[in-house]
């Protein structure tokens, strides 16, 4: 999608800051959360996203090669008092239940504002299927990390699997490295790994 006459003239005029908020929809099997990164919910193109108060993170995008398919990272933190009580319990259920949120649709987009009103629709940055929800945490904090894969991931899968001894041998003939760790499995290594 390009960017709109209005949105073209935001950008150009000469000013030092543009206002942007970012909006994040996820599509849980049972629900379907549209969240803004703002304190305030916000109607964007017909449809209501509900404020995120800080708690919902979005990794930088990698840009990667031509044909990759790079995956979106999502960070979950603070889940407390201000994150709406039925997102939080989705999430925290989800930790427990993959079919709620495996392969759920997940798309992150930014919206530019004048004076608090939208200017031209939302801008999508990344859209894909959620693959994993892993807790993550810290000395300061615990969350969920969310990594959504890009919609042409699934293109750069194998019909056997996402990396296999087939396809390394079709890249190096008579490469024995996918057997070699295979091997390994509940093996205990000694030596050269203390540091």
Do not use: C
């Amino acid at each position: 999608m390009a960017f709109t006459p209005a949105q073209v003239d935001l950008l150009d005029s000469n000013r030092e800051m543009v206002e942007v908020r970012r909006l994040f929809t996820v599509a849980f099997k049972s629900q379907t959360f549209r969240l803004v990164d703002d304190v305030i919910a916000r109607t964007i193109g017909g449809e209501t996203y509900q404020p995120a108060f800080g708690w919902l993170e979005a990794g930088a995008i990698n840009r990667g090669a031509v044909l990759d398919a790079e995956p979106a990272i999502y960070r979950v933190t603070s889940l407390g008092p201000d994150t709406p009580g039925e997102f939080a319990s989705l999430m925290i259920a989800a930790l427990h239940d993959e079919a709620e949120w495996r392969a759920a649709k997940a798309t992150y987009a930014v919206q530019l504002l004048l004076d608090g009103a939208a200017v031209g629709p939302a801008i999508v940055m990344h859209t894909g299927w959620i693959a994993d929800i892993k807790p993550a945490e810290s000395v300061a904090q615990a969350g969920l990390t969310i990594r959504v894969e890009s919609n042409l991931a699934r293109r750069n899968w194998t019909p056997l699997g996402e990396y296999t001894d087939r396809d390394q041998q079709a890249r190096y003939p008579g490469d024995k490295a996918m057997q070699f760790v295979a091997s390994l499995k509940d093996k205990v290594i000694t030596g050269w790994l203390k540091g």
